[in-house]
């Protein structure tokens, strides 16, 4: 499925400073409507830690300029 806003395009991503570390920063969805919500958005499904946010997004992601 393709969405109109991906998660690195959407303003509901915020950083999840509770499992950041000092050489990575974790991202999560941060919209009470997604079916992520809290879901870390740059971990692979292996596990390993992403410096960019791949997820594919979500039905209900808004773009960052959207007032
Ligand atoms: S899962 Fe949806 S609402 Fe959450 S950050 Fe990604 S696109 Fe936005």
Redesign the pocket.
Known sequence: MV?E?????????CENKAISKKNWTA?????R?????K?T?NISIGGAEMDT?T????????RQDTK
Do not use: D, H, M, Q
Not at 5 to 13: D, T
Not at 27 to 31: A, Q, W
């Open positions: 969405y806003v991906k998660c690195a395009e959407c303003r509901f991503v991202y999560r969805c941060n919209n409507r997604s079916e992520f919500y879901t958005l946010i997820w594919i997004g979500c039905e209900f992601g808004e």
